[in-house]
C-alpha cells in the first residue's frame, strides 16, 4: 500500500508545478487538504487554467466522501477531543478508513490502531513524496514536451478505473464526460468539471442503497 | 484573480474546507448521513467528477476541443490499465507516448 501510495504521491507532485503552482504551494496544498482525489482534482483544474474558486469547489466536492469515512469511524474512535480530534479528522481518508474497517469488527482496539498507523503513516509518506515530486518536476522542461498532459489525463483515468465495475457507474462516468466537454466551449474553464456533479446528483436521486467503500487508490 | 497571493487564499480555504468535511462526518448524528439518497450521490459524486477531469484533461485545448496526441497516450494508458498495470506505470508511459508523438512532429 505504502508504494501504491508514493506512486501517486510523486505523480501529484510533478503535476502541480507542471500545472503552474511552486513548491511551497504544492506542499502547503498536500499538507492542509490531505486527500488525493481533492489534490488531483484543485490541480487538475488550476492546469486545465480554470479559476482558483472552481479549483476550490472541485476539491471540496471531492473530499465529500471522507465525510461519510468519518460517520465510520466515529464509534471506532471515540472519544477524540483537542488535538487528537484534529489529527483524528485530518488524517480521516481512504487508506485509514480502509485498514480500520478490515480489521476484525469485535477487536475495537485493532481498528484503532489500524487507523491511527495507517493515517499517520500515508500522511508522512504522501507528504515527502509529493515534495519530490514537485522537486522533479521544477526541473522537467516545457510540461507539454514532456507529456505531463497526456499523464495528467492517465492518472485521472488511473483514478477512476478500479470504481468503473458496475454498469450504472460506467454510465454515470461517460455522461460526465460527455457533459463536461459539450460545456467546455461555453462555460468558463473549470466549470465543466463542476457542472458533471449534477450527473451524480440525477443518477442517484433514486434508485437501489449503494455503500460508500474507501479504496486502496487515494481518492 | 491570476495572482499568486489569490491562489495562496484558495488553497488555505481549500485546506479549511477538506478538514471541516472529514470532521464532520466524526461529529454529526449519524441519521443525517444515513440517508439512502445521500449516500447514492455522494457516492457517484466521485466516479463524475473524476471522469469531467479526465475528459477535459485528455480531449481539450483551452475553450475547444482538442485531439491531439494525447488521445494516443489515454488509449496506451487504458490498455495497461486494463493489463493491471501500476499506477505509475500508467502515467509514466501516458507521458513517454504523447512525449515521443510530439518529437516526432504529430502534434
Keep these: 500500500m505504502s508504494l501504491a501510495t508514493g506512486a501517486y504521491g510523486l505523480s501529484l507532485g510533478a503535476l502541480a508545478v507542471a500545472a503552474g503552482m511552486d513548491l511551497w504551494q504544492t506542499i502547503a496544498l498536500s499538507l492542509l487538504v490531505f486527500s488525493g482525489g481533492s489534490q488531483f482534482a484543485f490541480v487538475g483544474v488550476i492546469g486545465a487554467a480554470g479559476s482558483p474558486w472552481a479549483a476550490l469547489g472541485t476539491s471540496a466536492l471531492l473530499g465529500v466522501r471522507n465525510g461519510f469515512y468519518g460517520v465510520a469511524l466515529a464509534p471506532i474512535l471515540r472519544p477524540m477531543h483537542g488535538w487528537r480530534f484534529v489529527w483524528g479528522a485530518q488524517i480521516t481518508i481512504d487508506e485509514s478508513t480502509a485498514v480500520a474497517l478490515a480489521q476484525p469488527a469485535d477487536d475495537r482496539q485493532s481498528r484503532r490502531e489500524g487507523f491511527w498507523w495507517t493515517g499517520v503513516g500515508v500522511f508522512v509518506a504522501w507528504n515527502a513524496l509529493v515534495g519530490v515530486g514537485a522537486i522533479a518536476g521544477q526541473y522537467l522542461g516545457e510540461p507539454q514536451a514532456w507529456g505531463l498532459d497526456a499523464a495528467a489525463a492517465a492518472a485521472f483515468l488511473g483514478l477512476v478505473w478500479p470504481r468503473l465495475a458496475p454498469r450504472k457507474v460506467q454510465a454515470i462516468a461517460a455522461a460526465a464526460a460527455v457533459l463536461a466537454l459539450a460545456l467546455t466551449p461555453v462555460l468558463p474553464a473549470g466549470l465543466p468539471i463542476l457542472a458533471a456533479a449534477l450527473v451524480a446528483l440525477v443518477a442517484g436521486w433514486s434508485g437501489p442503497a449503494v455503500d460508500l467503500e474507501p479504496t486502496e487508490a487515494p481518492v | ?107
Design chain 2, 1 to 107: 484573480m491570476s495572482s499568486a497571493w489569490g491562489l495562496w487564499v484558495v488553497i488555505v480555504a481549500a485546506g479549511a474546507v477538506a478538514w471541516f468535511t472529514k470532521a464532520a462526518g466524526h461529529r454529526v448524528p449519524d441519521r443525517w448521513l444515513e440517508n439512502p439518497r445521500v449516500l447514492r450521490i455522494a457516492s457517484y459524486l466521485t466516479v463524475a467528477l473524476l471522469s469531467a477531469l479526465f475528459a477535459v484533461q485528455a480531449f481539450t485545448s483551452g475553450r475547444s476541443l482538442a485531439f491531439d496526441a494525447r488521445v494516443a497516450a489515454v488509449a496506451v494508458a487504458a490498455v495497461l490499465l486494463w493489463r493491471r498495470a501500476p499506477f505509475i506505470v500508467v502515467v509514466i508511459a501516458a507521458a513517454i507516448v504523447a512525449a515521443a508523438l510530439r518529437a516526432a512532429g504529430w502534434s
